[in-house]
């Protein structure tokens, strides 16, 4: 079980506010989430593999076909999501990896991978770009986000907030403390169009709704919520852009009414911690992958272009992907369709842990899902 303290942290609006800042720069990254922390289809597992020992986690990496290795337990309890790939097992040392079931990480032996350097592309990931953030509402949350996106972003980049209530002290004495971006901060309704056109949307990277749940009860601030969302749907439909938009739902049961064409990178709030609660009860370990997957140091899930890892547009096997992420120091664990980003029926496009054998024809707008450090 769980103890006190760990439950505490589960909790923590800073767990919630790392998410949201991760998966308001990640367009589909809260679908990945959602599938490690549900219990249908591919969760995260541990297990002490004795056929590994003397090899190295690169070596693990493709070892299994219907596993997706992540990261290990050392035999101290130490847990590292993306370890140096000439890192060796020892005795004692779990693999962890996301797979169907527990019975399921099983090592392919006497396997080996079919891979095709020809079909893997050598291309260099540009350097990011300084990044523009819009931030509609405000809660308790909101300078722990802002915080968070200081961390995550390059230099030059702004974050811009419109919410009905003052700018707090403490978000005025943090300013000199952000050093990547620029911030903006106006009281004004941010439920109206004129309020929201005024802000020229389509030129941000990314859009944050938060809820004011510290001035408003659950159904009120979720119909706020809405009515702002429902604003950005139609300034996306007119101007033909799409908007990456993440926003803050408080009560389950007004989720629907947020999906109404696309349910993309909706936090919901006491759904994604209910789901990350089950997943520790039953393995208190899982909270460290966690605590590193959400930390700005170290590594986290990305969706980068399909174009950085194999050629689009020729039939390739996902061992060819985990190889050519494998030689950037990164561990491909899956991948986003983008014809199927508006279809709930196929999770919106994300596939995680796809059978490493079976041939996939990826698109330039398709994305692969790796762990990486940037």
Request: negative net charge; contains cysteine; proline residues 2%.
């Amino acid at each position: 079980m769980v103890g006190k303290d760990e439950v505490e942290l589960l909790l923590s609006d800073d767990l919630i506010s790392r998410i949201m800042v991760q998966t308001c720069r990640q367009s589909g990254l809260s679908v990945v989430y959602t599938e490690l922390m549900d219990f249908d289809g591919a969760e995260i597992y541990f297990n002490e593999e004795k056929d590994l020992v003397g090899k190295t986690f690169g070596e693990a990496v493709s070892a299994y076909e219907d596993s997706a290795v992540m990261g290990m337990q050392y035999s101290n309890g130490e847990v590292k999501v993306n370890p140096a790939m000439d890192t060796v097992f020892k005795n004692g040392d779990k693999v962890i990896a996301i797979t169907e079931d527990d019975d399921t990480l099983v090592i392919k032996k006497n396997h080996k991978p079919d891979v095709d350097s020809a079909l893997m592309s050598s291309m260099e990931i540009p350097a990011a770009a300084p990044e523009k953030t819009l931030i509609l509402g405000w809660n308790n949350r909101g300078e722990i986000i802002v915080r968070g996106l200081n961390n995550y972003v390059k230099p030059g980049s702004e974050v811009v907030v419109i919410s009905q209530s003052a700018e707090s002290d403490a978000l005025k004495e943090m300013r000199s403390a952000l050093h990547n971006i620029k911030l903006t901060y106006k009281q004004d309704d941010s439920t109206k169009r004129s309020v929201i056109d005024s802000t020229n949307p389509t030129s941000f990277d990314h859009i944050i709704i938060l809820s004011y749940k510290d001035q408003m009860d659950t159904q009120e601030a979720d119909s706020q919520t809405l009515i702002t969302l429902l604003h950005l749907r139609a300034i996306a439909e007119e101007t033909e852009q799409d908007l990456n938009i993440v926003s803050e739902i408080m009560d389950m049961r007004n989720r629907e009414l947020a999906e109404v064409t696309k349910a993309d990178d909706f936090i919901v709030s006491d759904k994604l911690l209910s789901l990350l609660m089950s997943q520790v009860s039953e393995n208190k370990q899982l909270m460290r992958v966690f605590e590193d997957l959400f930390d700005a140091d170290g590594s986290e899930i990305y969706l980068k272009p399909v174009s950085h890892y194999v050629k689009a547009g020729s039939p390739v096997n996902f061992y060819n992907v985990v190889e050519s992420a494998k030689q950037k120091g990164e561990i491909a664990i899956g991948y986003r369709i983008q014809k199927d980003a508006f279809d709930s029926s196929k999770a919106y496009g994300v596939k995680v842990n796809p059978n490493k054998s079976e041939k996939i024809t990826y698109s330039n707008e398709d994305k692969i899902i790796v762990i990486a450090e940037d």
